[in-house]
């Protein structure tokens, strides 16, 4: 076979037939396999002078970003829950979209039997004063039940979704958060709630003062300290501690999304409620990706126009749904 | 003064252990894309020749001893990472005369072959120093000190006995010829 005609096949000009005939000589000797290894190797070596590395500083960034999304990850635990996450987020995206009332109205207070419930849609919060002069932020997309008046011994609310509590002190009738798997006892003290019931965990981060977390009657109650996250699993009905910058959690009250090594699935979930949009993602490897990044009270455009910037990513807006795509 | 764009020199391999930004900048600068081109030439698949490069320094980041060759430590990482992924695809489909299979075998072999394989790193590495070493003598010398060997403008001055405002222009210079000569550094820093 002729020398041309296997540079040909190294660069990839020949039809299927032809590249078969010399994919045939090339293994019907050593010697051939040989004098093909060196014509590959020149060609390759001659041509790297064609290659640019204009796009560098792209590849770059991702590269940081991967680096620092390594350091202290504990890839096993991550890897769990991120199928977790992704096997429930497909099932959550093929269902059709419910409209519900309340998303034309902001924030219902719905009263019965002295209970009042006070019910956040997507896109918006609402600060509730409770009966004991107790400051409650309910994040969007949130329901918080609570009595007209606290009975003498406890204060008792239940909360479906995200709130920041900042909770009068009184010894003699401690306040309980009922977020259904996990409840939370306190004395006094300012705290975040996050437990949607269509997350994969329920997050209590303390900010000031001591928090009990209490899993079931049968378990010790889990003490917080300051800046210090409980996070239930649900699917492991599992409670583990985490230290976190507290003001980073409860940035929402601001109107700011903070995401750390966040996967792209919750970062959506996050960016739903908050905006009030659908976003599809048919692509398993960003649901997978993980975003680390901060949006500081930017309209939903602006948002994506940073991911777009900041991450292989790419969007489309298709009958009013955001459909993202891996870049 | 000859100065050799050396990327073997300390200081850069230094840069490199200490994991600082400029050197990995500048390593994705003129390494990235070469290295993709040698990977895609030999797995034939560009998705995970690139996810390949992507792993080659992220291997370099974990890696804190490399104390001499640079090019020819980033070559080997790259040229194992290869091989495995070969050693793996020649493997998988078993199916009697599948052509996939049959191409990644005869790519291993090739890649396989020291002394083709040194050819390759041997012109990688005249492709990464022909980069700086087209510029003028006086431009380079500027340019290497500040961009590879990662000295201040101050000590260039010392060094060279030339003054910080010589070594802005010269270092824009630098970067404006290689902006004609070489596409490679056209956002270089």
């Not at chain 1, 002078?49 to 991967?66: M, N, P, V």
């Not at chain 1, 920041?164 to 975040?192: C, M, Q, W, Y």
């Not at chain 1, 500081?296 to 991450?311: A, G, Q, T």
Request: glycine fraction near 2%.
């Amino acid at each position: 076979m002729q020398e041309k005609q296997i540079i040909k096949f190294i660069k990839g000009e020949l039809t299927v037939d032809e590249r078969q005939k010399a994919i045939k000589w090339i293994r019907s000797s050593s010697e051939n396999q040989a004098k093909f290894n060196l014509l590959k190797a020149t060609h390759i070596g001659a041509t790297f002078i064609d290659t640019s590395g204009d796009d560098s500083a792209i590849y770059y960034k991702r590269f940081t970003q991967k680096v620092k999304s390594k350091q202290g990850y504990k890839y096993i635990s991550a890897i769990a829950s991120l199928i977790v996450i992704s096997i429930f987020l497909i099932n959550y995206f093929d269902q059709p979209v419910e409209k519900t009332e309340i998303t034309e109205i902001p924030t219902t207070d719905i009263i019965e039997k002295n209970i009042i419930n006070t019910v956040t849609s997507k896109g918006v919060k609402s600060e509730v004063i409770l009966p004991d002069g107790s400051k409650v932020i309910l994040n969007a997309d949130s329901k918080l039940t609570y009595p007209k008046k606290f009975s003498d011994s406890t204060r008792n609310v239940t909360l479906i979704g995200e709130a920041f509590f900042d909770i009068e002190h009184d010894s003699n009738r401690p306040f309980l958060v009922d977020a259904n798997e996990i409840k939370i006892r306190v004395l006094g003290t300012t705290f975040n709630v996050k437990s949607y019931s269509k997350d994969e965990k329920i997050e209590t981060t303390l900010v000031s003062g001591k928090v009990e977390l209490i899993k079931d009657l049968d378990t010790t109650p889990l003490e917080l300290a300051p800046s210090q996250k409980g996070v239930f699993y649900k699917s492991q009905n599992k409670l583990k501690i985490e230290e976190v910058n507290s003001s980073n959690i409860i940035a929402w009250k601001e109107g700011t999304l903070i995401f750390k090594n966040t996967s792209m699935s919750q970062v959506a979930i996050d960016l739903e409620r908050k905006y009030n949009v659908n976003f599809i993602i048919n692509s398993q490897k960003l649901l997978n990706y993980e975003y680390t990044g901060t949006f500081d009270n930017l309209s939903i455009i602006e948002v994506l126009d940073l991911l777009v910037i900041s991450s292989p990513i790419k969007y489309v807006i298709k009958d009013e749904k955001v459909i993202l795509e891996m870049n | 003064m000859e100065t050799r764009a050396d990327l073997n020199n300390g200081i850069f391999l230094n840069l490199v252990n200490e994991k600082s930004a400029i050197a990995f900048q500048l390593m994705f600068k003129l390494y990235r894309a070469k290295l993709l081109h040698f990977a895609y030439s030999y797995i034939s698949n560009k998705q995970d020749a690139e996810e390949i490069i992507q792993d080659v320094f992220v291997k370099i980041w974990k890696t804190n001893t490399i104390h001499t060759n640079f090019n020819g430590f980033i070559y080997k990482v790259t040229r194992n990472a290869c091989l495995d992924y070969l050693r793996k695809k020649k493997l998988t489909l078993n199916i009697e005369n599948n052509f996939q299979q049959i191409e990644a075998s005869i790519n291993y072999n090739a890649l396989a072959d020291d002394s083709a394989s040194k050819i390759i790193e041997n012109e990688l590495e005249d492709a990464i120093l022909n980069a700086v070493e087209y510029l003028p003598e006086k431009c380079k010398n500027v340019f290497v000190k500040s961009r590879i060997e990662g000295l201040s403008h101050k000590e260039i001055s010392k060094e060279l006995n030339i003054s910080t405002k010589t070594i802005e222009n010269q270092i824009t210079k630098a970067l404006k010829q290689m902006r004609l000569r070489l596409s490679d550094f056209l956002t270089l820093l």
